[in-house]
């Protein structure tokens, strides 16, 4: 199986701010649409934002527009996920996803889409 390298995660204050990075392998990041969910205890998972490799063009949820930023380092297979004014209620495990099906409207996996193991975001109050 493929499984993608995150780091980034954390515990911080209200109105900190946390980076994420999502490494994959080559043939799972050029031209792909790479994404991050996230989820809470008791809830589903969710999609926070996405990217797709070839042209950046991205997707986010509507609870995290203004605040988060999705990016990517094509010479590193890198995505990142930079989280601004974050809010106790963006307390979740996020998850990098790899070579999705669809990258927007609405983001879908499929059985060829890898994951990252979940790094854990804490937002206190």
């Known amino acids: 199986q493929v499984q993608l390298v995150e780091s980034g995660g954390g515990s911080v204050q209200a109105g900190g701010s946390l980076r994420l990075s999502c490494a994959a392998p080559e043939y799972k990041y050029s031209s792909k649409c790479m994404g991050w969910f996230r989820q809470a205890p008791g809830k589903e998972r969710e999609v926070v934002a996405s990217i797709y490799t070839g042209d950046s063009s991205t997707y986010y949820a509507d609870s995290v527009k203004g605040r988060f930023t999705i990016s990517q380092d094509g010479a590193k297979y890198t995505v990142y996920l930079q989280m601004n004014s974050l809010k106790p209620e963006d307390t979740a495990m996020y998850f990098c996803?790899?070579?999705?099906?669809?990258?927007?409207?609405?983001?879908?996996?499929?059985?060829?889409?890898?994951w990252g193991q979940g790094t854990q975001v804490t937002v206190s109050s």
């Open positions: 996803a790899a070579d999705l099906l669809l990258c927007s409207g609405p983001v879908v996996a499929d059985i060829g889409t890898a």
